[in-house]
């Protein structure tokens, strides 16, 4: 609920604009700021004088709290009070910190019965569809690399063919969107027993066949411990004229690897180039949902529009992934209240359960996340963040929960594990098989990632105006009361669409993608 309050000014001065403040549910025990708000200001609605300054999208005290007592945003509690809090002060790290408390699980006791929802006319999109039956939403050409020490070959032969250096390069295809090499910084000094080399050869396996690449290259070294002979192994993959494999040290060095790769690149473009788009339902897609530099505004404007897109993209039969567990940690209640069975509510609560020994057993604490940035954008605690991260899944069944990289096979909502970190998050839902990104942002993140288009959602509109070279959608007018979080979740389920069909995303257009392929590596480096 939006609300606009008085300023306190002169008895003799103009009438001052109203201050602007939302509280987003009767319980709350804060409002948040839209505008900065000085000492002396009068929230009329909430009965409070402001006591400080309060920068736009903070928290301001709307009851008095004592300490240890619970702090509440969305009806639910994002921390507990350090001292003493007085209506109408800046909450914030000083007075608000993380606590222990009880969730009620209440596994599928919120379960929707989908059979009930009204028949909508199918959406399409205009997809690519590959022989097995998968549709694309681009068509790359890929560079994969086994371990660390063939990146720069990799890169070498991708850069051959890149536009902007070789205009020439692909004149003659103009149906491939492009070559690209994603390397990393892992594939040796591992258990190669272990999990974090199974997490790297699932990762790597899942783009091998991704549907947006019509054909890959997997460039290894040779002696490191990420064998490709393995890595096709352990992934059910075999050489063809669409993939293949090889390393540096069989091929006879640096030169003549590179030489190899353009060769075999130019051989497969033809087959690459021949493809046509066609109508395909909406049904084929599968879109990560990703938010970064996230502010106070977050889980108020673009968190829930692309909730409703979500819900849009749901009651068409696509697929949407929910990510970043430690971001919903604290929040994962709400989510397992939607599990269609115990079952799936229960690996939810496991990988919750996972993070925190992972965390404990590196001396680390989960509430180090948000961000300094988020801080700065007004986020707390990681409850607050968690509360509006899961915005982004909208109000449908959670259906199943898949741990990293692993192929996702459901339709409709469904978790995947991941940490919180953008490109390690989104790395890991490509690989299952996202054809889409949805990336919601307060603060400004500049990303993409190759192979998959990445839409990106701004916040508040003076974001939108600061970096609209960025940002595909202003999702500010909701709070600016010239759009509706509906509306706008319109808007962005025909966004979907139409990048599906081949529109660029403003990150896209920048070049973004390459450099954020970044797997999860959690084992031990020997």
Same mark, same amino acid.
């Given at each position: 609920?939006?609300?606009?309050?008085?300023?306190?000014?002169?008895?003799?001065?103009?009438?001052?604009?109203?201050?602007?403040? $939302?509280?987003?549910?009767?319980? *709350?025990?804060?409002?948040?700021?839209?505008?900065?708000?000085?000492?002396?200001?009068? @929230?009329?609605?909430?009965?409070?004088?402001?006591?400080?300054? $309060?920068?736009?999208?903070?928290?301001?005290?709307?009851?008095?709290?004592?300490?240890?007592?619970?702090?509440?945003?969305?009806?639910?509690? $994002?921390?507990?009070?350090?001292?003493?809090?007085?209506?109408?002060?800046?909450?914030?790290?000083?007075?608000?910190?993380?606590? =222990?408390?009880?969730?009620?699980?209440?596994?599928?006791? !919120?379960?929707?019965?989908?059979?009930?929802?009204?028949?909508?006319? &199918?959406?399409?999109?205009?997809?690519?569809?590959?022989?097995?039956?998968?549709?694309?939403?681009?068509?790359?050409?890929?560079?994969?690399?086994?371990?660390?020490?063939?990146?720069?070959?990799?890169?070498?032969?991708?850069?051959?063919?890149?536009?902007?250096?070789? +205009?020439?390069?692909?004149?003659?295809? &103009?149906?491939?969107?492009?070559?690209?090499?994603?390397?990393?910084?892992?594939?040796?000094?591992?258990? +190669? #027993?272990?999990?974090? %080399?199974?997490?790297?050869?699932?990762? @790597?396996?899942?783009?091998?066949?991704?549907?947006?690449?019509?054909?890959?290259?997997? $460039?290894?070294?040779?002696?490191?411990?990420?064998?490709?002979?393995?890595?096709?192994?352990?992934?059910? @993959?075999?050489?063809?004229?669409?993939?293949?494999?090889?390393?540096?040290?069989?091929? !006879?060095?640096?030169?003549?690897?590179?030489?190899?790769?353009?060769?075999?690149?130019?051989?497969?473009?033809?087959?690459?180039?021949?493809?046509?788009?066609?109508?395909?339902?909406?049904?084929?897609?599968?879109?990560?949902?990703?938010?970064?530099?996230?502010?106070?505004?977050?889980?108020?404007?673009?968190?829930?529009?692309?909730?409703?897109?979500?819900?849009? @993209?749901?009651?068409?039969?696509?697929?949407? /992934?929910?990510? =970043?567990? +430690?971001?919903?940690?604290?929040?994962?209640?709400?989510?397992?209240?939607?599990?269609?069975?115990?079952?799936?509510?229960?690996?939810?609560?496991?990988?919750?359960?996972?993070?925190?020994?992972?965390?404990?057993?590196?001396?680390?604490?989960?509430?180090?996340?948000?961000?300094?940035?988020?801080?700065?954008?007004?986020?707390?605690?990681? %409850?607050?963040?968690?509360?509006?991260?899961?915005?982004?899944?909208?109000?449908?069944?959670?259906? =199943?929960?898949?741990?990293?990289?692993? &192929?996702?096979?459901?339709? !409709?909502?469904?978790?995947?594990?991941?940490?919180?970190?953008?490109? /390690?998050?989104?790395?890991?839902?490509?690989?299952?098989?996202?054809?889409? /990104?949805?990336?919601?942002?307060?603060?400004?993140?500049?990303?993409?990632?190759? &192979?998959?288009?990445?839409?990106?959602?701004?916040?508040?509109?003076?974001?939108?105006?600061?970096?609209?070279? *960025?940002?595909?959608?202003?999702?500010? #007018?909701?709070?600016?009361?010239?759009?509706?979080?509906?509306?706008?979740?319109?808007?962005?389920?025909?966004?979907?669409?139409?990048?599906?069909?081949?529109?660029?995303?403003?990150?896209?257009?920048?070049?973004?993608?390459?450099?954020?392929?970044?797997?999860?590596?959690?084992?031990?480096?020997?």
């Amino acid at each position: 609920m939006l609300s606009t309050d008085s300023e306190a000014a002169p008895a003799d001065a103009q009438p001052a604009r109203r201050a602007r403040v $939302i509280r987003l549910n009767p319980a *709350d025990d804060v409002v948040v700021a839209l505008d900065q708000l000085v000492s002396g200001t009068t @929230l009329d609605d909430e009965r409070v004088t402001v006591s400080g300054l $309060i920068p736009p999208g903070h928290k301001v005290a709307t009851r008095a709290v004592e300490p240890g007592q619970p702090v509440h945003r969305y009806g639910q509690i $994002i921390g507990f009070a350090s001292q003493p809090i007085r209506a109408g002060q800046h909450v914030h790290t000083h007075n608000l910190a993380m606590g =222990e408390f009880a969730r009620d699980y209440a596994f599928s006791e !919120g379960v929707c019965d989908m059979s009930s929802a009204p028949a909508v006319e &199918p959406a399409t999109f205009d997809g690519i569809v590959r022989a097995d039956g998968r549709v694309a939403t681009r068509n790359y050409v890929g560079i994969l690399t086994s371990v660390n020490c063939s990146a720069t070959v990799a890169r070498a032969i991708a850069d051959h063919f890149r536009r902007d250096i070789h +205009p020439d390069a692909l004149a003659a295809f &103009p149906n491939v969107d492009g070559v690209v090499a994603l390397t990393h910084g892992a594939g040796c000094a591992v258990d +190669p #027993e272990g999990e974090a %080399l199974s997490i790297l050869q699932r990762t @790597l396996g899942g783009y091998a066949v991704h549907p947006n690449f019509a054909a890959v290259l997997v $460039i290894g070294l040779g002696c490191e411990t990420n064998q490709i002979s393995r890595l096709l192994d352990t992934q059910g @993959l075999t050489e063809h004229a669409r993939l293949h494999a090889f390393t540096i040290q069989d091929t !006879g060095g640096t030169t003549k690897t590179i030489a190899k790769g353009i060769e075999l690149v130019r051989s497969m473009l033809p087959a690459a180039n021949d493809v046509r788009r066609e109508p395909m339902p909406a049904s084929h897609l599968t879109v990560g949902l990703q938010c970064g530099g996230s502010d106070g505004y977050s889980g108020i404007t673009a968190n829930p529009v692309l909730g409703a897109a979500v819900d849009l @993209l749901v009651q068409h039969g696509g697929t949407a /992934i929910l990510s =970043e567990t +430690p971001e919903i940690y604290g929040a994962e209640h709400l989510l397992t209240r939607r599990a269609v069975t115990r079952e799936v509510g229960e690996k939810l609560v496991a990988r919750i359960r996972w993070w925190e020994a992972y965390c404990e057993r590196h001396h680390a604490a989960i509430n180090n996340n948000p961000s300094a940035g988020n801080k700065a954008g007004g986020l707390t605690t990681v %409850l607050e963040k968690s509360l509006g991260g899961i915005a982004k899944a909208g109000h449908t069944n959670l259906v =199943e929960v898949y741990e990293y990289a692993q &192929p996702v096979a459901k339709k !409709g909502l469904v978790f995947m594990d991941t940490p919180g970190y953008d490109p /390690i998050s989104a790395t890991g839902q490509v690989a299952g098989g996202a054809n889409l /990104i949805c990336f919601t942002t307060g603060r400004g993140s500049a990303y993409g990632c190759a &192979p998959s288009p990445s839409i990106k959602l701004a916040t508040n509109t003076a974001l939108w105006q600061r970096q609209s070279d *960025d940002m595909d959608l202003n999702c500010g #007018e909701v709070l600016d009361g010239t759009a509706r979080i509906d509306e706008l979740g319109r808007v962005l389920f025909r966004m979907m669409l139409d990048t599906a069909s081949g529109k660029r995303s403003r990150s896209e257009l920048h070049g973004y993608g390459q450099n954020e392929f970044v797997p999860w590596q959690i084992g031990a480096i020997t």
